[in-house]
């Protein structure tokens, strides 16, 4: 788990799946094991609460989307923001950061739109950090859909059950070599032990 370049470059470490798999507390544990081996870690997530990233949030929370194209342009502004002023300085300086979504994200959702998939990955990896590692958290679209019910917070216009299938199935097709699905409907702390296995194996 030591950072293996000469200038000790953090981890770049992305929960993703649909809503209600438990992304942000898996990435709360994992945080905390890392501080507790002496590492530094940044946690945030995409979109992010600025300019950009706040436009695609409010229209989904009002339940109607943006036009795919403005979603689109929306979202890559956001991440390139978030690349050029977080993530990068934070992995250069040794951090390791780990990411509540990313461009697989974009992959699966705007790609659940009808957008090429592979148009879609091209052009987020003109600009942004490959991932080290990249967690796909998956569970059945029927149960993210109870959890999100239970959570009773409402739903935005992404959360329905046909479109999350779709997304679903996107994030099935998707072979990185740093992807790694993780079967997220067991305890919590069976997810995290899988979790922390494949930080130990493969960083
Ligand atoms: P979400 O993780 O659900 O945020 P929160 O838990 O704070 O409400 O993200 C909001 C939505 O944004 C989510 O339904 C997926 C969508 N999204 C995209 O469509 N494309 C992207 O590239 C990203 C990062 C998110």
Same mark, same amino acid.
């Given at each position: 788990?030591?950072?293996?370049?000469? %200038?000790?470059?953090?981890?770049?470490?992305?929960?993703?799946?649909? +809503?209600?798999?438990?992304?942000?507390?898996?990435?709360?544990?994992?945080?905390?094991?890392?501080?507790?081996?002496?590492?530094?870690?940044?946690?945030?997530?995409?979109?992010?609460?600025?300019?950009?990233?706040?436009?695609?949030?409010?229209?989904?929370?009002?339940?109607?989307?943006?036009?795919?194209?403005?979603?689109?342009?929306?979202?890559?502004?956001?991440?390139?923001? %978030?690349?050029?002023?977080?993530?990068?300085?934070?992995?250069?300086?040794?951090?390791?950061?780990?990411? +509540?979504?990313?461009?697989?994200?974009?992959?699966?959702?705007?790609?659940?739109?009808?957008?090429?998939?592979?148009?879609?990955?091209?052009?987020?990896?003109?600009?942004?950090?490959?991932?080290?590692?990249?967690?796909?958290? +998956?569970?059945?679209?029927?149960?993210?859909?109870?959890?999100?019910?239970?959570?009773?917070?409402?739903?935005?216009? &992404?959360?329905?059950?046909? &479109?999350?299938?779709?997304?679903?199935?996107?994030?099935?097709?998707?072979?990185?070599?740093?992807?790694?699905?993780?079967?997220?409907?067991?305890?919590?702390?069976?997810? %995290?032990?899988?979790?922390? +296995?494949?930080?130990?194996?493969?960083?």
């Amino acid at each position: 788990m030591e950072p293996d370049s000469p %200038h000790l470059r953090g981890c770049l470490v992305v929960f993703e799946g649909i +809503d209600g798999t438990g992304k942000s507390t898996q990435i709360k544990l994992l945080a905390d094991y890392l501080r507790s081996q002496g590492k530094e870690v940044i946690t945030d997530y995409e979109p992010t609460r600025g300019e950009w990233g706040m436009k695609v949030r409010n229209a989904a929370l009002s339940g109607e989307r943006l036009g795919i194209e403005e979603e689109i342009n929306c979202l890559l502004q956001d991440r390139r923001e %978030h690349v050029r002023e977080l993530i990068e300085p934070a992995l250069e300086r040794g951090a390791w950061v780990l990411l +509540d979504r990313y461009y697989l994200s974009m992959m699966a959702y705007q790609g659940a739109t009808g957008v090429n998939v592979e148009d879609i990955r091209e052009m987020n990896e003109e600009f942004a950090t490959i991932p080290d590692v990249a967690f796909w958290l +998956d569970i059945p679209v029927e149960l993210a859909m109870e959890r999100m019910n239970a959570r009773g917070n409402g739903k935005d216009a &992404f959360e329905n059950e046909s &479109f999350l299938q779709a997304c679903s199935d996107i994030y099935s097709s998707m072979e990185m070599p740093w992807l790694f699905r993780i079967e997220a409907d067991g305890t919590i702390d069976e997810v %995290h032990a899988k979790v922390r +296995d494949i930080i130990h194996s493969e960083l």
